[in-house]
């Protein structure tokens, strides 16, 4: 079956680790996409990718990086300079060029504390 | 720029009844316009698309949305609500990015449907 994988679905962490979500999909989708999700504000976009080796910021990239190295995997780092990393994640990917119409795994929940 | 504004926060009827979630968008070009449901602790999955054929499209579980493009507005609707309807609703408008570099999907805030026995 094709889809998107994100590991771990729960993730705990100290303040001032870093840590890495995991995001594969083997849909064949060029761009990829990750989302922070807090209640009540929707998705907010962190970093997208169009291609491999290529990536652009988002809306609320600071205290995130992400590395593009194979078409399937899109990893998102949460690094100690994100002031609250406690949150929702959601990775999604896309092919349609024109609408932008995109496929989400079902998430990582992380908890810092 | 494209944005999407969803009416309603929390939205409860009673099952059997009518549901109507309410999304507005803004864009300077003609939208693609989506909707989302996400059941608690999961991802999401797609209802409903609208690409500029047919302003009146059929989703998945009974759903359907109207384009309006003279009141900006992509309404959702469902004749008639199930229990298993209860999740948060999210509408989305294809956003645009200038210089030929990938676009992606600007969401609404989002909203929770509770359904009454």
């Known amino acids: 079956d094709g889809g998107i994988t994100q590991s771990p679905k729960y993730l705990f962490r100290k303040e001032g680790q870093n840590v890495t979500l995991s995001c594969e999909q083997n849909l064949n989708h060029d761009a990829m996409y990750w989302y922070r999700q807090d209640p009540g504000q929707g998705l907010r976009l962190i970093y997208y990718s169009q291609i491999v080796n290529d990536f652009q910021k988002g809306d609320i990239a600071e205290g995130y990086s992400v590395s593009r190295e194979k078409k399937e995997s899109f990893p998102l780092t949460v690094t100690s300079a994100q002031k609250n990393p406690t949150a929702f994640y959601l990775c999604?990917?896309?092919?349609?060029?024109?609408?932008?119409?995109?496929?989400f795994g079902p998430g990582t929940r992380l908890t810092v504390t | 720029a494209q944005s999407v504004t969803q009416l309603g926060s929390h939205v409860s009827v009673s099952e059997g009844a009518l549901v109507l979630l309410r999304c507005n968008y803004s864009s300077s070009v003609p939208p693609y316009l989506f909707w989302y449901v996400q059941y608690p602790n999961q991802g999401l999955q797609l209802l409903l698309k609208y690409t500029s054929a047919a302003t009146l499209v059929k989703g998945i579980n009974g759903f359907e949305a109207e384009f309006k493009k003279s009141e900006t507005s992509f309404h959702l609707t469902k004749p008639s609500a199930h229990m298993s309807d209860a999740a948060e609703y999210f509408c989305?408008?294809?956003?645009?990015?200038?210089?030929?570099?990938?676009?992606?999907?600007?969401f609404g805030k989002g909203t929770k449907l509770s359904v009454k026995p």
């Open positions: 999604a990917s896309s092919t349609d060029s024109r609408t932008y119409e995109q496929y």
């Open positions: 989305a408008v294809s956003s645009y990015r200038l210089g030929g570099s990938q676009g992606n999907l600007i």
